[in-house]
């Protein structure tokens, strides 16, 4: 079956814009979870959902930061007033309940803020 | 302090030879250690990974756990230069909590 997508898999936005990213995890995964990696790091936790709840939101760095899961299913990530310093991809995971210590990941999308 | 420390290399080894990988931890809530590899511009996929103290081998890879001094360790034997990526150990607390990655270490193995 199909893997983790993310789109864009590119943005360039200006300082002080809106983005949204998506990610459609592997149907039928009931966690999600959003990391960021800078240039030459590993990923960083931001969120996790279980289902369409935020489980754990403690790596959100701040309030422009915010998740959704509506259905369970697909989530956005949104920021609001970007900052250069939110330049980094932005990756996404899912696992499921049959094997819940696995995380797959998808491609991850590309911020670029000027 | 991070809570996952890894040498971010790059390590250069010839093919055919032993690849050697560590990882060190603060955390002793820990409880399985994951290690991830990541190509250039792609997502990090899941190597394989431990839960006790010990080793677990999956073909090539072999991974080893102590505990005791939080020290997580990654060889590959054979090395191809399709192993040419970045390593990234991950520990975490429980099965579907979040991963506490490390900075990853850089292997280039050249043909």
């Known amino acids: 079956g199909a893997g983790v997508s993310q789109t864009p898999s590119n943005k360039v936005t200006e300082k002080g814009k809106y983005v949204e990213l998506r990610c459609d995890p592997i149907?039928?995964?009931?966690?999600l979870y959003w990391y960021r990696q800078s240039l030459g790091q590993g990923p960083e936790f931001l969120i996790y959902f279980q289902g369409t709840g935020a489980a754990d939101d403690s790596g959100l760095p701040n309030d422009r930061f915010f998740a959704v899961r509506p259905e369970g299913s697909v989530s956005t990530l949104k920021i609001q007033r970007t900052e250069r310093g939110d330049s980094a991809v932005y990756l996404c995971?899912?696992?499921?309940?049959?094997?819940?210590?696995?995380?797959?990941f998808g491609p991850g999308t590309r911020l670029l803020v000027l | 302090q991070k809570e996952v420390e890894q040498d971010p290399g790059p390590l250069s080894v010839p093919e055919g030879a032993i690849v050697s990988l560590n990882c060190t931890y603060s955390n002793s809530a820990f409880q399985y250690f994951m290690w991830y590899r990541q190509y250039s511009r792609k997502g990090p996929e899941l190597l394989m990974y431990?839960?006790?103290?010990g080793n677990k081998e999956d073909g090539r890879f072999t991974a080893q756990v102590d505990k005791s001094s939080k020290y997580i360790s990654l060889f590959i034997r054979d090395s191809q230069p399709s192993d040419s990526a970045t390593y990234l150990c991950a520990p975490v607390k429980a099965a579907g909590n979040k991963l506490t990655f490390g900075g990853g270490t850089r292997v280039l193995v050249k043909p």
């Open positions: 431990t839960y006790s103290s």
């Open positions: 149907s039928g995964h009931t966690a």
């Open positions: 995971a899912s696992s499921g309940a049959d094997k819940p210590e696995t995380q797959y």
